[in-house]
Nanobody, 118 residues
Framework: QVQLVESGGDTVQPGGSLTLSCTVS????????MRWYRQAPEKEREWVAY????????NYAAAVKGRFTISRDNAKNTVFLQMNNLQPEDTGVYYC???????????WGQGTQVTVSS
């Protein structure tokens, strides 16, 4: 059974930091690229960060570059999103996504809420 479980969401003040985690099971984690997406209220889901299966390639959306860091621990089947200098526009539900493009498989987590407010 495939599972992606996000955790770490919380309410923080502007300028604060959070680290999100996504722990997976049911598939070979190291063979999957991982992404974080977010969805703000009444907005479409948007891509935030990407990391290749072996961690050799990382990319960020322009809105978070320099503030967010994606990483993974393949021994623990977990991907992380370190978020610094959070701003109100970072508020939303954050989802982790796994993809193995060569075989056309992808999975989504259930999301974790991040709220940035004073």
């Amino acid at each position: 059974q495939v599972q992606l479980v996000e955790s770490g969401g919380d309410t923080v003040q502007p300028g604060g930091s959070l680290t999100l985690s996504c722990t997976v099971s049911g598939f070979l984690f190291k063979s999957y690229a991982m992404r974080w997406y977010r969805q703000a209220p009444e907005k479409e889901r948007e891509w935030v960060a990407y990391i290749r299966g072996d961690g050799s390639n990382i990319n960020y959306a322009a809105a978070v570059k320099g503030r967010f860091t994606i990483s993974r621990d393949n021994a623990k089947n977990t991907v992380f999103l370190q978020m610094n200098n959070l701003q109100p526009e970072d508020t939303g539900v954050y989802y982790c996504h796994a993809e193995r493009a060569t075989v056309g498989l992808e999975y989504w987590g259930q999301g974790t809420q991040v709220t940035v407010s004073s």
